[in-house]
């Protein structure tokens, strides 16, 4: 904030947030891959074949991307940074496809995530992320600080260039060991994957159109300063989610084991204790955040006469309690690779949450972009998915008695 201001850091508020929406770009082939791999441990048996279609698959899929980003480039930077008019179009061009190949180049990479969990490795699923961050953290800092030009373009490429290099790296150390042991291609693993891989892409795409199109909502109705204090909230309030996200993302590889076996009764005491955990953990972290807000705004901008009111805390701590338990009850779900419910019920959710937004944002403010999407969960998922996971218990237990 202090390297660029603050019209400048909204626009690198809003390009990063793209982040989701470009994590698409492995079109979930990660899913797949992490969903047969768990499946092939339990069965005790070799899973590098899948490895190396699913990178196969992916590099294919990541050079049309590529591709197609280039010419919707300045369409997505007319539609996205439009309001900015200190930029010309070449410099809107550049912005989104530069930082948007980074980030396809993330999503391809971050495949290796996904394996990482299903092979029990998840605590490297998070450091490598951390680390990545951190890298990109100094290297933003360090171009701040400095005397470069263009410092919004620089200080973007350098934020996201170790997350995306370090990704591919390990992925690539992946296709070197499924290399390494001779296993041949089989058609009808990369049809396999290709399928399920369509189908947790198409739930994920109408996922992000539920909660990801906030900033893009608010880029056509706030100014910078609203974008700003919404975005130091809600990245801060992040920091809870990262906790609870990552204990389910750990978990999903052990659901589909524990569903595989029929061991349903670990299944509903993992997730309630899950669920406690996460509950407890945002409440706390809304009283911490509410109690420190102030002292941590004034730290990270110093020059920035921002607010952020207490009531809008306590509306993110009731929105991240819902998504924690949306979040819960969805892992097991997609752990066994069942999407119908979802698929069945996002698209009405994305409905609710874009239309929702767009009305309350231009009474209410930010205010009304995040009670928008909390509405929409508490409207569908919140009482959709508890039901579907249920049906399954009760179908795996009348299946056990006959």
């Known amino acids: 904030m202090d390297g660029l201001g603050s019209e400048q850091f909204a626009i690198f508020i809003i390009l990063n947030s793209l982040i989701s929406w470009y994590a698409l770009a492995d079109y979930g082939i990660g899913v797949s891959l992490q969903n047969h791999i768990s499946e092939q441990r339990v069965k005790e048996r070799d899973y590098s074949t899948y490895i190396l279609a699913g990178a196969i698959i992916s590099t294919v ?5 590529i591709a197609i980003l280039y010419f919707v480039s300045p369409y997505l930077a007319s539609l996205i940074l439009g309001k900015f008019e200190f930029l010309d179009s070449s410099e809107k061009f550049e912005l989104i496809f530069f930082s948007g190949s980074l980030f396809v180049s993330a999503s391809l990479g971050g495949i290796v995530f996904k ?4 092979q029990s490795r998840g605590y490297l699923s998070n450091i490598v992320p951390a680390l990545s961050a951190g890298l990109g953290l100094l290297a933003a800092w360090l171009v701040m600080i400095s005397d470069a030009e263009n410092k919004l373009l620089v200080g973007l490429l350098v934020f996201i260039f170790p997350s995306s290099a370090i990704a591919l790296i390990a992925f690539s150390r992946q296709l070197v060991v499924a290399v390494e042991k001779g296993i041949n291609i089989e058609s009808a693993i990369l049809i396999r994957i290709f399928r399920r891989a369509g189908r947790f892409w198409l739930l994920y795409l109408m996922h992000a159109a539920v909660v990801n199109c906030d900033y893009i909502i608010m880029s056509q109705f706030l100014s910078a300063q609203e974008i700003v204090t919404y975005s130091i909230a809600t990245r801060v309030f992040g920091f809870s989610a990262f906790f609870y996200t990552s204990l389910y993302a750990a978990l999903w590889p052990n659901y589909t084991e524990l569903i595989a076996r029929g061991d349903w009764n670990n299944v509903k005491v993992s997730l309630a204790k899950s669920l406690i955990f996460s509950a407890l953990l ?40 819902v998504i924690a ?28 949450s874009i239309s929702l937004q767009i009305i309350l944002v231009q009474s209410l403010g930010m205010y009304g972009v995040t009670l928008g999407m909390l509405l929409s969960f508490i409207l569908t998922m919140a009482w959709v998915l508890p039901r579907r ?9 009348l299946s056990v008695l006959k």
């Open 282 to 321: 945002i409440l706390v972290f809304t009283g911490l955040a509410s109690t420190f807000m102030p002292y941590l705004v004034a730290m990270l901008s110093p020059n920035e006469n921002l607010k952020i009111p207490y009531e809008f805390l306590i509306l993110l701590g009731l929105y991240h309690v």
């Open 115 to 118: 394996i990482w969990y299903a």
């Open 61 to 65: 899929l990541f050079v049309i991307t």
């Open 389 to 397: 996971l249920a049906f399954h218990s009760r179908k795996a237990k």
């Open 325 to 352: 338990w949306v979040h819960g009850f969805g892992i097991p779900l997609q752990s066994m690779s069942d999407v119908n419910t979802l698929l069945a019920w996002t698209p009405i959710q994305a409905v609710l």
